[in-house]
Every structure is written in C-alpha cells, then in structure tokens.
C-alpha cells in the first residue's frame, strides 16, 4: 500500500482530518521520489507487529515515537506522530507554518532529532513544552512503547 492510499485510509477510519490529509499528501507531493520507497517500506515494517525487521536501534524501545502537538491561537492544530524509525525525516511532515511557530519559541526541532538516540532512555517527561503569551503551545515528546 502506497503512503497516499495509506493516508486516505487513515482519513476514511477518522484517524485524521480533512486538514491533515491534505497536509500530509502536500508533504508527500514535496518528497524526492526516491524517498517514497524508503518511507513505505519504514511505514509498512513500524506498523507489522510481527515482522522481523520492525525493531530498530532505539535501544529498549523499538516502537518508540516522538509526537509533536501545536496548538495556536489562529487554529492552526498539528498533531504528528512518528515513529523514531522516520525522526530523521519528521520535519518533511511538520507543515510550514507549524514550523514556523515551533522556531519563534526557540526550539531547534532538528538539533532534538539528532539526539533522539540518546534522548529515548533516559526521557520520561516532555522534551519541549513551551507556553507562549500569544496563546501558541508546542509539546514535543517521546511515547516509548516496548
């Protein structure tokens, strides 16, 4: 299954809105085509529960995922989830204006995911949650899953 069936699928059981559909086809549309296989196949071993091949280096939590919430005042809502297997890809998915809104309150999203690895084991609270006068929150955190 490619990733737009799999998004229209998720959008079909009301895994997601309208909106985000909409976002993440944008994101797909924007990825080299190259990366597609590459992103199907982490897409299709993180969801296959008994696939060999679906644990990854993330220490005692292979099915690790890192979510990010934004919640703004204009309704600009994001809910991400990703599986640690693709962190390295997440800022593909993040729409522009949610990143926008992660980089005004100081956070470097990308220096986070480039120590994931090291952040997975010893992280039991949010790596991020930032409050902003304006009414903008941003929660970044890992849901470890054994």
Avoid: C, W
Avoid at 58 to 66: D, E, H, L, S, V
Avoid at 81 to 94: E, Y
Avoid at 97 to 126: P, T
């Amino acid at each position: 299954m490619n990733e737009k069936t799999k998004i229209l699928e998720m959008l079909n059981e009301g895994k997601i809105s309208v909106d985000e559909a909409e976002r993440l086809l944008s994101a797909i549309d924007q990825v080299k085509p190259d990366h597609h296989k590459k992103i199907s196949k982490a897409i299709t071993l993180s969801t296959d529960k008994n696939s060999p091949t679906s644990t990854s280096n993330t220490g005692k939590y292979p099915r690790a995922k890192i979510k990010i919430i934004v919640d703004s005042k204009d309704g600009d809502n994001v809910r991400i989830s990703v599986p640690l297997k693709l962190a390295k890809s997440i800022t593909k998915f993040i729409p522009h204006s949610a990143m926008e809104d992660i980089e005004d309150e100081g956070i470097d999203i990308k220096n986070i995911i480039e120590h994931l690895d090291e952040l997975v084991d010893e992280m039991d609270e949010d790596l991020v949650n930032v409050q902003s006068s304006d009414g903008d929150n941003v929660r970044i955190f890992i849901e470890k899953n054994e």
